[in-house]
């Protein structure tokens, strides 16, 4: 448990709701039926009341057979690279507000242009694909061959190809397309196009997400923790600096040079 609750805790809530909601479903615990978790519109919007469930549960839900372990694996395996490391996810809440722009964008295609009703592939390759634009050049292991990140996603399209079949792969693609389209309406247009980032996380997200000024650390971002009334009075021995020196300097008095 101690493991589990170090893990950075957007990557770990969805890989174990992954997980756990997928081998319920397909070992048919409680009745869950597979069918009742992908999407499919006219049960989401055309039906009273709403299955709206499926439209987060499609996202998450895993094929069977050893994908059931292999696709949680992968996911947390690139999601938690992306919220430990990456600066594309400086404030609190950037990393779950990009989860959410990724699956909007995949059910819009793949469902749209495709007919899938399950999108997980396509958000791991979608995560696999950004963590490799933030890491060209490390070495990572595809089926037991060593190569640089910035080929990664594009090796797991042809192994898509190879087991699965070419639809399989034309759904992951959804999710390069959907990872491609943030890389550039968050970072190319603002740099490059003269635009702004119209992508951005609502206060209460990040406040949700106990907000503040982020600060950088050999494994990620660290971000300081939330503070209470009772810390902020003076005396308290706690409030704003690190270990409560902040406070207390402020309780200090204008100071004099020496010898004045």
């Known amino acids: 448990m101690d493991v589990f609750w170090a893990a950075p805790p957007v990557s770990r809530t969805i890989t174990a709701f992954s997980f756990v909601m997928s081998t319920l479903s397909h070992t048919g615990f409680l009745f869950l039926d597979p069918g009742s978790l992908v999407f499919f519109p006219p049960l989401v919007f055309g039906k009273l009341p709403p299955e709206l469930w499926r439209v987060v549960t499609s996202c998450f839900l895993t094929r069977g057979g050893l994908a059931l372990l292999f696709e949680p694996y992968m996911l947390y395996q690139y999601a938690s690279g992306l919220e430990r490391e ?29 007919g899938a009703e399950m999108f997980l592939p396509a958000l791991i390759l979608a995560l696999a694909y950004t963590f490799a634009q933030d890491n060209p050049d490390r ?3 595809v089926i037991f061959i060593n190569m640089p990140a910035k080929f990664m996603p594009y090796a797991m399209l042809f192994l898509t190809y190879i087991v699965v079949g070419p639809y399989m792969m034309y759904v992951e693609i959804t999710g390069l ?82 010898g004045e």
Do not use: E
């Open 139 to 141: 070495q990572v292991n």
């Open 86 to 114: 990456s600066s594309r996810f400086p404030n609190p809440g950037d990393f779950f507000i990009f989860l959410i722009f990724l699956c909007t964008v995949i059910i819009g295609l793949a469902y749209t242009i495709l």
């Open 177 to 258: 397309v959907a990872a491609h389209l943030y890389n550039f309406l968050t970072k190319i247009w603002p740099a490059f196009g003269g635009g702004t980032n119209i992508i951005k996380t609502p206060g209460f997200v990040s406040r949700w997400f106990g907000g503040g000024s982020p600060q950088a650390r050999s494994f990620g971002m660290a971000y300081p923790g939330r503070v209470t009334a009772a810390q902020n009075q003076p005396g308290s021995g706690s409030g704003s600096g690190f270990g409560g020196f902040g406070s207390a300097w402020q309780r200090r008095g204008g100071g004099r040079r020496l």
